[in-house]
């Protein structure tokens, strides 16, 4: 493994479950510094073999003052990864703008309540890095979960401009795009669909289907390894699809026609 080019200092949303815990805990055993951000984490150091640190900071990346006091006691951050994320499914036209809401909550403005607080540290480096958990979801629009691929197209939208505005003082910018991983998110996720829709006996069918998928799906360390990979290069990708099927998916939703592309997603879900 190459030498990390950024300060070993890793700040982790969503650090408590899923994707964020292995990132956390991998960059921790590695002999990183790691703050483990989470509204239900221990506040607690763990101190590894491997002279990496971990410690736990309760914060709730909605709230602005929350994390503003959670980042309060970091003097020095090389890498901030973020993690936090939940998901809502219903049909486009019954989620309501309240429940789309709080999904654009956490998964795009969260993201924006930490940077806002984390970039000014980051710029104090030479160099430093920005990671961002996205999802296939964010290059294909999933059906009954339009509202949840949405954040995830804005994140990226959101993560492209910030590599192009911050690249002049050193700061880099990866978008990892996970397909389905076996996590505690299967669980969360909020069915929003009314029993009267006319779409409920269709959504309720292409939920359960993707939560078989998610169940046969990766482990969440697969993640947390290219994170762990992108944060030892210098020039890291900006977009990085996890495991090769759905580097295929990525790399051929680029080739097809709208209309053909849909009508074959339409089909999977």
């Known amino acids: 493994m190459k030498t990390c080019p950024y300060e070993k200092c890793v700040l982790v949303t969503g650090a ?33 073999d491997g002279g990496g640190t971990m410690h736990g900071v309760r914060g709730d990346v909605t709230d602005a003052k929350s994390i503003q006091n959670a980042l309060s006691r970091i003097e020095r951050l090389g890498i901030v990864i973020h993690c936090a994320g939940f998901g809502i499914a219903g049909s486009a036209e019954y989620v309501t703008s309240q429940q789309a809401k709080r999904q654009m909550d956490t998964n795009y403005f969260g993201v924006i309540n930490v940077n806002n607080l984390a970039l000014p540290l980051l710029r104090k480096n030479k160099r430093s890095l920005v990671m961002f958990t996205s999802s296939v979801g964010g290059i294909i629009p999933i059906p ?32 990892v795009e996970p397909g389905d991983v076996k996590t505690s998110f299967t669980a969360s996720r909020e069915v929003c669909e009314r029993e009267d829709s006319p779409y409920y006996g269709k959504c309720k069918e292409s939920v359960s289907n993707m939560e078989k998928s998610e169940q046969r ?15 030892h290069r210098k020039r890291p990708k900006i977009r990085v699809a996890v495991g090769l099927q759905y580097k295929i998916y990525a790399f051929l939703i680029k080739l097809l026609p709208t209309r053909f592309k849909n009508f074959v997603i339409a089909k999977m879900y």
């Open 217 to 231: 799906g990766s482990n969440p360390i697969d993640v947390a390894k290219v994170f762990f990979k992108m944060a």
């Open 144 to 175: 009954y979960q339009s509202h949840y691929s949405s954040s995830k197209y804005a994140l990226e939208a959101y993560a492209e401009a910030l590599e192009m505005e911050a690249k002049g003082f050193g700061v880099r910018v990866c978008i």
């Open 16 to 48: 408590s479950s899923g994707i964020g815990k292995e990132t956390a805990e991998r960059f921790a055993k590695s002999g990183f510094e790691v703050y483990a951000l989470s509204r239900s984490v221990k506040e607690e150091t763990t101190v590894f």
